[in-house]
């Protein structure tokens, strides 16, 4: 059967439709474009965030897309958007010195999308225990954390400042949005807080006037308007992404290598890593099928549209837990309705007013936004850590990775000589893996007894305590 002849159903209410299957044209380019919705928001703060073009990452997100389900065949639904797990290394990169410019940065991932797309081809073909090996919960957990509470700084020092009420009212929108809203519309709580905080903005200029605060990237206050449409204005309707970004470097660029740039953006691979594992086994769960076969695929497709995309001055990409939550809420798991999705995007990415609109998101209401998702990613690493049940009175989980958090979320650094230095997340996702397999297994009866009490107080020493699984050996 052709990878492109989808059999047409049309279901009773509450019935799945499968990933070789799809509900008659018209109702699947609209669930197309509600995929589009879905990843919408994030797909393009994230560009916003890590200094690179909106538009693009429109663009390459459709283009990638198609990318990942030719590589897996159809056989696993997703939307590829732009990925956070690379946001807080960017961010090192930009701080190491003026010469990191965005080539640097969009080399750098380019070399992540080459190892991820390795690590698929080994867990291709060695199995998707590897990874459980080799990254326990315990680990993927503690590096996912790091990243995210890493960002906190980029927050309070770029975004944050620029209009501090606007961006206090936008996380307060967000917040609610995310839990109090219904189904679909708590789904796309990135994208209405940000027309929220684009509209209060805009209001605010008319009603208050401009603000004179920092603008990213500047070292003085100004005063300016919050809402700038001058480039929405001289934009085209139509044409491919083109320009400058802040720095001064083509919107479409080729990449520049720096080692100590290619070793930041390495901890994100792991992320990613962890990330489509996890959501292809949503997706089999969902889906009633077994898509571990295709778990190697799905990471290494995912590395190779990173790739693909940084090429060209894109930004990298994972799958997105967005559209797999419109599928959850949907029971459509038509890989046709992405395809839909992809071909809007790409659409989208070809209209430079588009990205101009974008690209003049005010400052406050991106820190609303990302004071919210920051947070959101750090902690999906204690997410992971609750699903596996680690237990931090086992002095493996607690000391092993402790040191880590600490080197990569408080910025400490170690210099080789007078030109290489190794800090932040680079230095604390290596200090968690080493550490963790260095004691993985090295415990002795009775070890361990400070760090049980501190998370078990009733501890009594390894007989039947309650606290810590009943178990009488440690």
């Known amino acids: 059967m052709s990878m492109f002849k989808w059999d047409v159903v049309d279901p009773a209410p509450g019935q799945a439709v499968l990933p070789h299957q799809r509900l008659p044209w018209g109702k699947t380019v609209g669930l197309g474009a509600q995929h589009v919705v879905a990843m919408f928001g994030a797909t393009f703060v994230f560009p916003l965030v890590m200094g690179l073009d909106p ?179 001289a934009a085209d309707w139509l044409g491919l992404p083109s320009g400058t970004l802040a720095d001064g470097v083509s919107v479409v660029h080729g990449p520049s290598f720096s080692l100590t740039a290619i070793l930041l953006v390495l901890p994100g691979v792991i992320a990613l890593v962890a990330e489509n594992t996890g959501h292809v086994k949503a997706v089999a769960e969902m889906t009633g099928e077994n898509l571990d076969p295709y778990m190697g695929r799905a990471i290494g497709a995912d590395g190779i549209a990173t790739a693909f995309a940084s090429a060209f001055g894109g930004s990298p990409t994972t799958t997105y837990a967005e559209n797999i939550g419109v599928m959850g809420a949907t029971r459509v798991y038509s890989t046709a309705a992405y395809y839909v999705a992809a071909a809007v995007a790409i659409l989208l990415g070809l209209c430079p007013k588009f990205g101009a609109i974008v690209n003049a998101t005010p400052g406050g209401v991106l820190g609303g936004i990302t004071v919210v998702l920051y947070g959101m990613i750090g902690l999906v690493g204690a997410k992971i850590w609750v699903e596996n049940n680690i237990d931090f009175g086992n002095p493996v989980n607690m000391v092993g990775l402790a040191a880590g958090l600490i080197a990569g979320i408080g910025g400490v650094k170690l210099t080789f000589g007078n030109d290489f230095e190794l800090g932040g997340i680079a230095l604390g996702t290596i200090l968690v893996i080493v550490f963790f397999h260095m004691v993985k297994g090295r415990g002795t009866h009775g070890a361990g007894t400070v760090t049980r009490n501190l998370s078990h107080p009733d501890y009594d020493g390894g007989v039947d305590d309650a606290a810590s699984g009943g178990t009488t050996h440690r």
Request: charged share 5%; net charge negative.
């Open 55 to 233: 538009n693009l990452a429109i663009m390459f997100s459709g283009l990638c897309t198609i990318l990942f389900l030719l590589i897996v065949q159809n056989r696993v639904p997703s939307y590829l958007g732009t990925s956070a797990s690379f946001v807080a290394s960017v961010a090192a990169i930009r701080a190491l010195d003026s010469g990191n410019d965005s080539s640097y940065v969009t080399g750098a991932i380019l070399v992540g999308g080459l190892v991820l797309a390795a690590v698929g081809v080994l867990v291709h073909f060695a199995g998707a225990e590897l990874i459980h090996r080799i990254l326990p919960p315990a680990v993927t957990g503690a590096v996912v954390m790091l990243i995210g509470f890493n960002l906190a700084p980029v927050v309070a020092g770029i975004y944050w400042p620029q209009d501090q009420w606007i961006a206090l009212l936008t996380a307060a929108f967000m917040v609610f949005a995310a839990v109090a809203l219904p189904g679909f519309w708590s789904r796309i709580a990135v994208f209405l807080a940000l027309i929220f905080g684009y509209v209060l903005s805009w209001v605010a200029d008319l009603v208050l006037g401009p603000i004179t605060s920092v603008l990213g990237g500047a070292t003085e206050a100004t005063e300016h308007d919050r809402v700038s449409w001058a480039g929405v204005q």
